[in-house]
């Protein structure tokens, strides 16, 4: 009688199983679409960093002690990208995702603002940890964003541009 014929790659499915999660951690970020109008076409441009993964997103990050969602969304705008005048306009809402870091399972609420991009635009310096920052048309912010959530964001906030009438 001849053995059957071992499964490839099982031993491999074994060593790649990740450990058991043994705890759930809640973290709150802010941040903020930004947006400018081109100082030459008069059209919208959103205002996006690269990660250190080189995805494209919004300028966010964790609320710190003593802060509350917006101010925070202005301070990590400001450090993110060196944008140093800003008008926080209006909350859009707030996205909830999960990811998972080593053994603990992150549960991250985002709180996002519509914020208009004052003074000097062009003047932008991206936090050491980011690969990029960068101004671009709506339709490639849309393109470039990797998360859906986000891109539907984006869209809310340019509905409330166009309805104010800026």
Known sequence: MKRPKPIQGFKKLIKTRKPVINEVIRETTSGGIVWRRN?????????????????????????????????????????????????????????????????????????IYLVQALGDTNDLQKEDIMNGVKWMSTADALEAIEYEDIGTIILLGLKKIRDAGL
Do not use: C
């Not at 960093?49 to 101010?71: F, L, V, Y």
């Not at 944008?83 to 999960?98: A, P, S």
């Open 39 to 111: 100082e030459k076409t008069n059209d919208i441009e959103i205002l996006l960093i690269q990660d250190i993964k080189d995805r494209w997103t919004i300028p966010k990050g964790h609320i710190e002690p003593g802060e509350n969602a917006r101010q925070t969304a202005e301070r990590e705008i400001q450090e993110e990208t060196g944008l140093k005048k800003m008008k926080v306009m209006n909350w859009l809402g707030k996205i909830n995702f999960r990811y998972r870091r080593f053994n603990s399972l992150i549960l991250m609420t985002t709180h």
